[in-house]
């Protein structure tokens, strides 16, 4: 009987919940159904919920982190080789209006191409650019970012009748594959008589500082009109 049903099944006689018997020597084309339980998911969490999207290589604006908004985006030389890199700025994320004064610093990122023209993270800063509620009565002290042939310039400018400014300028030491602040220029206006007073400061003043670890809170005293 056992060789009977096995003959039967492989015959292709319909019967109803046929399984043929393990029978040395014979193989059968029954395919049983994959186990769900058995299958290994990759699990995936949506951006919202604290994931960060995997960045398109070809994209500035997708290395903006999630939650966060994108400020500003600029295309350029970062060093000096010809390629059309970028430059991103970004305010991070917050959950509650910040009061005037106060918030957190925006992001820097230096994003540089490849060979094959894909965008790779090369240098960040989150210290260069205050918060948007921090430039004063002028509002947003954010001016703006420039790329010029391996040098950036980073401006920012803030207050009220005394408007303040400064600019600060890096330039890609090819040696340490990195950004080297080259110089700040740092001034105030008085709005009502035009009196103003600037300062540069090189690197005999502050040394060798990289982009990436740059504080503006690091230099000397800005100028005053006091």
């Known amino acids: 009987m056992r060789v009977l049903a096995t003959l039967l099944c492989l015959c292709g006689t ?24 058995a299958v290994t998911r990759t699990p995936t969490r949506a951006i919202g919920e604290g994931a960060t999207a995997a960045p398109n290589s070809f994209d500035p604006a997708s290395f903006v982190p999630a939650g966060a908004t994108l400020v500003d985006s600029v295309v350029g030389d970062l060093t000096g080789g010809g390629r059309s890199d970028a430059l991103i700025v970004f305010a991070p994320a917050s959950s509650e209006q910040d009061r005037l004064g106060e918030g957190p610093a925006r992001t820097v990122v230096l994003l540089t ?15 260069l650019i205050p918060c948007a509620r921090c430039g004063g009565v002028a509002g947003d002290p954010y001016g703006d970012a420039r790329i010029d042939a391996g040098t950036v310039t980073i401006a920012v400018s803030g207050g009220s009748r005394e408007r303040w400014f400064s600019d600060y300028v890096f330039r890609y030491a090819a040696e340490q594959g990195d950004w080297l602040l080259d110089r700040v220029i740092r001034g105030v206006t008085d709005t009502q008589t035009g009196i103003q007073k600037q300062a540069e400061l090189t690197a005999a003043d502050f040394g060798e500082m990289p982009f990436s670890r740059f504080d503006p809170g690091s230099l000397q005293a800005a100028p005053t009109l006091d």
């Open 113 to 127: 191409r490849d060979q094959s023209g894909r965008l790779q993270r090369a240098a960040e800063n989150a210290r």
């Open 14 to 37: 319909t019967m109803i919940g046929c399984t043929p018997p393990d029978v040395p020597g014979v193989q059968t084309d029954v395919e049983h159904p994959t186990d769900p339980s």
